[in-house]
């Protein structure tokens, strides 16, 4: 593995020292494949993928902020209740996940990947437990390719961290950010920001009527 100082891993990731050193204080199984070396530490330059703003979510102010100014915003966009966006937002959800490819893949291919992930789960676990799964793809602003953000609801609670970890094994290759979904750490809304078109995103499940989510993604 390959290792840069500080300065040159500045310039690799493009981010300012304080930002690297907050990031690794917010990772810490990543800072302990950092080294000393001569009295200074050395960062793999590997870890520069993990740099993309998207990953960083806690640098990403809509997506973290938990005041109430957000609150009433999210409230305030959330005004139509017919709108697709309305209907997920009322619905539980376990899980706010992120996967950032290793590869560089385009929407077709991310999409591929989340419909793939999500009949895995359903063919291990769908006699156990109702799932529902949101997956929207997007471009990274620092690199090429795409990433998904995806909401993933387990109703069986005594399934929900075997699930989870059977999505980070899915996708063990890649880097992938999970979270305990919060209604108002803007998780739908900032997925649905954009609006919904063609391939860029998916709803799966296998309760789907009782959900009243019976919308058709007609892209495929």
């Given at each position: 593995m390959k290792y840069e100082n500080i300065k040159e891993f500045i310039i690799t990731t493009k981010r300012s020292k304080s930002k690297i050193y907050r990031f690794y204080q917010k990772n810490e199984d990543l800072f302990t494949e950092t080294k000393m070396k001569n009295g200074k530490r050395i960062f793999p330059i590997d870890h520069a993928r993990y740099f993309d703003s998207e990953i960083m979510f806690d640098e990403n102010k809509l997506l973290r902020q938990?005041?109430?100014?957000?609150?009433?915003?999210?409230?305030?966009?959330?005004?139509?209740?017919?709108?697709?966006?309305?209907?997920?937002?009322?619905?539980?959800?376990?899980?706010?996940?992120?996967?950032?490819?290793?590869?560089?893949?385009?929407?077709?291919?991310?999409?591929?990947?989340?419909?793939?992930?999500?009949?895995?789960?359903?063919?291990?676990?769908?006699?156990?437990?109702?799932?529902?799964?949101?997956?929207?793809?997007?471009?990274?602003?620092?690199?090429?390719?795409?990433?998904?953000?995806?909401?993933?609801?387990?109703?069986?609670?005594?399934?929900?961290?075997?699930?989870?970890?059977?999505?980070?094994?899915?996708?063990?290759?890649?880097?992938?950010?999970?979270?305990i979904y919060d209604l108002y750490k803007a998780g739908i809304f900032y997925m649905t920001k954009e609006g919904t078109m063609t391939e860029d995103w998916d709803i799966l499940g296998n309760n789907l009527k009782n959900d009243g989510l019976q919308y058709d993604n007609k892209s495929n």
């Open positions: 938990e005041n109430q100014s957000m609150k009433n915003l999210i409230d305030c966009c959330l005004i139509d209740k017919d709108s697709l966006q309305f209907r997920l937002w009322q619905l539980d959800w376990s899980f706010f996940i992120t996967v950032a490819y290793k590869l560089e893949r385009d929407k077709k291919s991310c999409f591929k990947q989340m419909h793939g992930l999500y009949e895995h789960l359903e063919n291990k676990y769908g006699d156990a437990t109702a799932l529902r799964l949101f997956f929207t793809s997007e471009p990274f602003t620092n690199r090429k390719g795409y990433h998904n953000h995806l909401v993933l609801d387990v109703a069986n609670k005594k399934l929900r961290q075997e699930i989870l970890a059977e999505v980070q094994n899915y996708f063990s290759y890649d880097r992938v950010d999970v979270g």
